[in-house]
């Protein structure tokens, strides 16, 4: 069973070939990053026409690099939501076109949920049956969630941010500073040489019913910090960068991690915890979340950097590891798809 993964929801274009029962033959990514760094963000329009041009050699490099021909594809797996609409579609076409030409199944697949399963493409994974239920840290530009996961297709929300998500904190606030998008690695970069402690600012851990109600007993909220941020350095013009950046991101990340060890304090039978989504590949959070899960006794498994980021692997990922090809009907799917419980905007 090799099955094709298409993944174009932000700025990466992505194709990757992945075989049962989970062996990542290639993964291609095409980033468009550079050419939207010069406008500070992702602009739509351009990663649209981006898409349009780069799938076709993308997708034919993944279906080369893995060694096959196109007849040997015997299922299509694409990221159906959610993202940046107009960038979805050109995913959406490309895997249609390829699906019903080869005759194959063509399986909607929750970005999200890619994320989650992204941990298991590390050739040393464990099996799920032997690391669940696990703790997941989902992190990325566009979401922040805390989950437990029982076993692939079985999650359970455990808290999310109630505003923005860590990894848009990380790009908003590199910007209120100056520097290039994305801002996660370039906050990375600056705070090696600042002093962590240099600027006290809010939490980002927000603990009243209403903040509950809407993001469970884990929630999560950073657009207060970054408010802090905007008004730090309107009045602080003199503090240096690196120092406001090593605060910043010592705050994030310290969100993240205080919230795996409540959970881990609390909720019952978690064996481990990984981390997923763009920003576990920051070293500083990945330390942090060490010292936790050591402190509880309990495994850390990392994502290998490559499927931190956005692939085409990860969504062939999902595919594959809950069967999804022999499912007798493949379900119906939105950009506010219901995962078992888990609805993720
Ligand atoms: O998972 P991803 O590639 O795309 C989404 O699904 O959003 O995550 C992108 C996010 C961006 O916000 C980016 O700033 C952040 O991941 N990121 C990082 C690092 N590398 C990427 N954040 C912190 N430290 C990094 N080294
Ligand atoms: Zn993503």
Avoid at 54 to 72: F, H, I, K, R
Avoid at 101 to 106: A, E, Q, W, Y
Wanted: hydrophobic fraction near 45%; aromatic fraction near 4%; include cysteine.
């Amino acid at each position: 069973m090799n099955v094709l993964g298409i993944e174009s929801s932000c700025d990466e274009t992505a194709a990757a070939v992945v075989s049962a029962p989970l062996r990542v033959r290639s993964s291609v990514v095409a980033s468009q990053i550079d050419a939207h760094r010069a406008h500070g963000g992702v602009v739509p329009e351009l990663a649209a026409r981006s898409h349009l041009e780069a799938l076709q050699p993308v997708l034919s490099a993944a279906v080369a690099e893995a060694g096959l021909v196109w007849a040997d594809i015997d299922a299509v797996a694409v990221t159906q939501g959610p993202g940046l609409s107009s960038s979805l579609l050109m995913g959406m076409g490309a895997a249609r076109a390829v699906s019903q030409r080869l005759g194959v199944p063509l399986i909607p697949v929750h970005h999200m949920e890619g994320h989650l399963l992204s941990f298991f493409l590390s050739p040393d994974a464990p099996s799920p049956e032997v690391v669940c239920p696990l703790l997941v840290l989902l992190v990325t530009g566009g979401h922040t969630a805390l989950i437990r996961m029982n076993a692939p297709g079985d999650y359970q929300v455990l808290g999310r941010s109630i505003d923005d998500a860590a990894g848009e904190a990380l790009d908003k606030g590199a910007r209120l500073l100056g520097l290039p998008y994305p801002g996660g690695p370039e906050i990375e970069r600056l705070a090696l040489e600042g002093d962590s402690w240099a600027v006290p600012f809010p939490k980002g851990l927000p603990d009243s019913d209403s903040a509950r109600q809407r993001g469970g007993d884990y929630a999560f909220s950073f657009s207060g910090l970054k408010t802090a941020l905007r008004y730090y350095v309107a009045g602080h013009p003199e503090t240096p960068k690196a120092d406001v950046a090593a605060a910043y991101q010592t705050t994030v990340m310290g969100a993240l991690s205080t919230r795996v060890g409540q959970a881990l304090a609390n909720e019952p039978g978690i064996k481990g915890v990984a981390c997923v989504g763009g920003v576990a590949k920051n070293e500083f959070l990945r330390a942090g979340l060490k010292a936790v899960t050591t402190r509880f006794g309990v495994k850390l498994h990392t994502v290998p950097l490559k499927y931190c980021t956005d692939n085409a692997a990860m969504i062939a990922a999902v595919a594959l590891l809950r069967d999804l090809p022999h499912a007798d009907a493949v379900p119906a799917v939105s950009p506010n798809l219901q995962l078992n419980g888990l609805q993720l905007r």
